[in-house]
């Protein structure tokens, strides 16, 4: 429950990844939320790799039953990119892990989440940790949704230095023609970006707490944010490298606690030209309208709730006393 409200109709759009299978351990096990399905896309791994992680984090998580589909298997425009020197050869820290018992729904991604969406009593809240080519398709196959999505709270973007290039973020520069389309729909959007996404770091302590459990959920959050260094660059066996980063998890702790996020309402667009700014959120900050528009006109643009500082104990906190709940 979130401040004695009812819990929050949740779907997660995913490219499961390490962090994205951290964020998909929290969602299951915080209170005030409702994991209603799970999408998959092409992102960090090929598409088929993240359904199988996506659906063998949610067995060891204790979630077996939330319905999990597989969606596009590259991008609108550009060729698929896959981010395995982060993440590992299979996606998942090359951690071993058994194989589900379950396969994913008959439904594609685009139909399980119009299905979701519709069905849904209470208007979703969607949290795409991944390239957002599902969602644009969604919106754009079916914009009636949109009448029962409450927000759009993505993993992605970047309103200063990028990650995948010197401006570009990863999941928006993996397919910035679906990010452009997700960003004009017309929902409202808060957008966690690098900015804070780097930030929100576990102890090392913690990190070893949770290795050491005997719950096989928690014990894989441990292992995952062992595999999860957080300073760019180091390896996970680096000596005194035993803290690990929250990243994507963090979008969903912005879901179940919206006030450990500072946002500021601002333009944003994406650059969709070739060249070195492709994929680039362009996020304007200018406190009053500078030659440009004077000279050449304003131009219309999204305002989106940019994530510009988190409370990083508070969602420390708030994950390791999430994920170490014992599965309902």
Do not use: K
């Not at 979703?124 to 599902?134: C, E, G, K, R, S």
Request: glycine content about 10%; aromatic content about 2%; charged content about 25%.
């Amino acid at each position: 429950m979130r401040n004695g409200r009812q819990p929050v109709p949740v779907i997660i759009d995913c490219d499961t990844g390490v962090d994205d299978a951290l964020a998909l351990l929290f969602a299951v096990r915080h209170p005030g939320i409702d994991l209603r399905a799970v999408t998959c896309v092409a992102g960090n791994t090929d598409v088929d790799g993240v359904v199988r992680n996506t659906l063998t984090v949610l067995e060891r998580a204790g979630a077996a039953d939330v319905p999990v589909a597989r969606g596009a298997a590259r991008p609108l425009i550009e060729a698929p990119r896959s981010a395995r020197h982060v993440h590992g050869h299979d996606g998942m820290g090359d951690l071993a892990l058994p194989a589900p018992r379950r396969t994913p729904a008959d439904a594609d991604a685009v139909t399980l989440l119009r299905r979701e969406i519709l069905a849904s009593p209470r208007p979703v809240t969607l949290v795409p940790t991944a390239p957002l080519t599902n969602i644009a398709l969604l919106l754009r196959t079916h914009p009636e949704v949109t009448r029962n999505i409450e927000r759009i709270v993505f993993m992605g973007g970047a309103a200063g230095a990028g990650n995948a290039t010197p401006v570009a973020e990863f999941n928006v520069w993996h397919d910035p023609e679906a990010a452009a389309i997700t960003l004009t729909a017309g929902v409202p959007i808060t957008m966690y970006g690098l900015d804070v996404f780097t930030r929100v770091v576990v102890p090392g302590d913690d990190v070893r707490r949770l290795r050491a459990s005997a719950e096989p959920g928690a014990r894989l959050a441990g292992d995952l944010l062992a595999h999860r260094p957080a300073h760019p660059g180091s390896r996970p066996d680096d000596p005194g490298e035993d803290s690990g980063g929250l990243g994507d998890a963090g979008a969903v702790c912005a879901v179940a606690d919206p006030e450990g996020l500072t946002t500021h309402r601002l333009p944003v667009e994406v650059s969709l030209a070739p060249g070195p700014a492709r994929g680039q959120t362009i996020v304007d900050r200018r406190p009053r309208i500078g030659e440009s528009e004077l000279h050449e006109g304003t131009r219309e643009q999204t305002l989106v709730d940019v994530g510009l500082d988190v409370d990083v104990e508070r969602y420390v906190r708030l994950y390791l006393t999430t994920v170490e709940r014992s599965p309902a």
